[in-house]
């Protein structure tokens, strides 16, 4: 069992930065590939980016390629996403997830997660 705590969501300006976190309880968080997705109001939740176990891998989807960064820091249970030129957009609210299989190299969906955090919500103002 793995819980995941979000932080780091807020308002912030068209073409601003935020910094997302997310913490998992648990000494199994390495086990797990993880995962950012999000979902904008009136539409379905989508990928924006995972991680391999180790986090010498990573996946982008397209629309955020070269804006966001995804990181992890095993010792502290701990995932990042780096937002960078936010588009309002993009506002939305942000999940992180985690999935026990293998590193697929490839965009992840809703079913292929296995423990989901409660969200945070960005604001993107233009």
């Known amino acids: 069992q793995v819980q995941l705590v979000e932080s780091g969501g807020g308002l912030v300006q068209a073409g601003g930065s935020l910094r997302l976190s997310c913490a998992a309880s648990?000494?199994?968080?390495?086990?797990?590939?993880m995962g950012w997705f999000r979902q904008a109001p009136g539409k379905e939740r989508e990928f924006v980016a995972a991680?391999?176990?180790?986090?010498?891998?990573?996946y982008y989807a397209d629309s955020v390629k070269g804006r966001f960064t995804i990181s992890r820091d095993n010792a502290k249970n701990t995932v990042y996403l780096q937002m960078n030129s936010l588009k309002p957009e993009e506002t939305a609210v942000y999940y992180c997830a985690a999935d026990g299989g293998n590193w697929g190299g490839r965009a992840y969906t809703d079913h292929g997660m296995d423990y989901w955090g409660k969200g945070t919500l960005v604001t993107v103002s233009s």
């Open positions: 991680i391999s176990r180790g986090g010498g891998n990573t």
């Open positions: 648990g000494r199994t968080f390495r086990s797990y590939v």
